[in-house]
């Protein structure tokens, strides 16, 4: 199974991108897709996160109300729309997902329990 994000770019503070995390060689569906985020000197944060066959989805209070994950069950997609972006949003994205391992409220946006990772999509948001 491979993850492959895109849609990373420099955006001004207030802009808004779109990222894309297609999976490929998969022959079933995982149990949920999160988005994480790197910034350089700080730990990996998990900021969105569905359950892809519920559809129910879970934000860090950092994101909330600012960003929306959302999935193309056909095209095999999760995104993550950002709207309002500001310059700590800065960092490396990458979209994770657990095949084969379930899911729940209380892990789904915490990195060790996913097994597939993206190679990651740079976000900056700067003036």
């Known amino acids: 199974v491979r993850l492959v994000e895109s849609g990373g770019g420099l955006v001004q503070p207030g802009g808004s991108l779109k990222l894309s995390c297609r999976a490929s060689?998969?022959?079933?569906?995982?149990?949920?897709v999160a988005w994480f985020r790197q910034a350089p000197g700080k730990e990996r944060e998990g900021v969105a996160s569905?359950?892809?066959?519920?559809?129910?989805?879970l934000y860090s209070d950092s994101v909330k109300g600012r960003f929306t994950i959302s999935q193309d069950s056909v095209e095999d997609t999760v995104y993550l729309q950002m709207n309002g972006l500001k310059p700590e949003d800065t960092a490396l994205y990458y979209c994770?997902?657990?095949?084969?391992?379930?899911?729940?409220?209380?892990?789904?946006?915490?990195?060790?329990?996913?097994?597939?990772w993206g190679q990651g999509t740079q976000v900056t948001v700067s003036s």
């Open positions: 994770a997902a657990r095949f084969g391992r379930l899911c729940n409220d209380d892990d789904i946006l915490i990195a060790h329990p996913y097994n597939v």
């Open positions: 569905i359950y892809t066959s519920a559809g129910k989805t």
């Open positions: 060689g998969n022959t079933y569906r995982s149990n949920c």
